[in-house]
């Protein structure tokens, strides 16, 4: 078929060109002929998602449906599915069927969208990577030697990959925007209570939001569409009147005021990542917008109370699995202590557990105060310093990840791992929407993603100068060159 937009698809089908049926089918033969070598998906539902399908065409044939009626698409496996294992891509959770749907997927079936499966992740979401995750390592389809980005490596690769035209992610850290830059797909991380948490197995629960991957900025806006809006299930939803997203793609930003904040090109950035944000800005101002350097300057203190509050706020959420309820169980132990060490000590990996033990440490007696009071004090000032900028600027403009995509195993040091994150945690702690965008290739031919961040609920401003951007430079178009005899 070729690489298919949502939006093409759309037409396709509602003009009975093809048929939900016949794309689903392309699909799993897809899946069937390459993630064996990609690695994205830990569970296919090919029975599930050919009934989904066959029910999408009753309703085009009537006339019925709307833009992503028959579409197939691809979840992130800490996202639950009723009756679908969600693994979280550990083995803690192997063998979990949930009782219900997240209302992500509620929204997404009752638009009539059909899960292919469930996809690959670092486990729990913790990692940059997906090397952390239990059942495989998901390779990146620009380059088979590298990492596809973490935590939602499976949903990034396999939407470039072509496996399904779109995929949901989730985004605690820039677990969306990295994993889209290093395969070179569009990823949205919306503001925090836009999109419903309800059914997202919880990583750090003030900072996890879903947002999709999609191959155009055009996607990225039809799929917020279905997906985003108050839940009463989650109380951390906001009630608000959304917009349609698509109508901000007027490919207009004459007189818009983009930031570009210093401290996200210093020390550690790839000179072509640089480079390419620097063009960003050229290509924005032969648009008519209005560019110019400023400051960020708590950016440096970002990472430090990043980790210090995913790692305490995971240390409780993660306390739940304890071999009692559910989840894995050691068949052997003495009384209920040994139960809880062996089983969270066999059940978790190493990643999962390094992260349990800092965050219990930072909340426990003595130590609050000095780390994870202190990091949530910092949080308040980081959005702060971002307030002060958007009454300035409308969007702010940074590279999405200090390096392209890296060879499996070459963060083999935590600490290394972790300065990955340095461009995209400030936005989660604060609560704020940004998008990463292909910004085409380096010398290596690996994808290059620039990121755009807009203030709360902005995330019209910041798709609308991602659009643009995306036209004016045609970065969409690209895509990996296949080989036959490794694919």
Known sequence: MGMMTVKKLSRMLREREVSSVEVTKSYLARIEQRDGVIGSFITVCADEALKAATAADTLLAKGEGGALTGIPVGIKDNICTAGVRTTCASRML???????????????K??????????????FAMGSSTESSYFKKTKNPYDLSCVPGGSSGGSAACVTAELAPFALGSDTGGSI?????????????????????????AFASSLDQIGSFTHTVEDCALVLNHI??????????AALDLPDYTGALT????GMRIGVPREYLGEGIQPEIRAAVEDAMKVLERLGAHCEYCS???TQYALPAYYLISSAEASSNLARYDGVKYGYRVSEFKGLNDLYEKTRSEGFGAEVKRRIMLGTYALSSGYYDAYYKKAQQVRTLIGQDFGKRFAEFDVLLTPTTPTTAYRFGEKSDPLAMYMGDICTVAVNIAGLPAISIPAGLDRAGKPIGIQLIGDRFAESEILRVAHAYEKETGHDAISPVWREESV
């Not at 009752?110 to 486990?123: F, R, T």
């Not at 994993?179 to 059914?199: I, M, Q």
């Not at 490919?251 to 004459?254: D, F, M, S």
């Open 228 to 237: 985003a809006g108050h839940d009463p299930m989650d109380s951390t939803s």
């Open 251 to 254: 490919g207009e930003v004459k």
């Open 94 to 108: 192997e063998r979990f069927l949930p009782p219900y749907d997240a209302t992500v997927v509620k929204r997404l």
């Open 296 to 298: 960020l300057p708590l």
């Open 110 to 123: 009752d638009a009539g969208a059909v899960i292919l499966g469930k996809l690959n992740m670092d486990e």
């Open 177 to 201: 925007r990295q994993p889209a830059a290093f395969c070179g797909n569009v990823g949205l991380k919306p503001t925090y209570g836009l999109v419903s948490r309800f059914g997202l197995v």
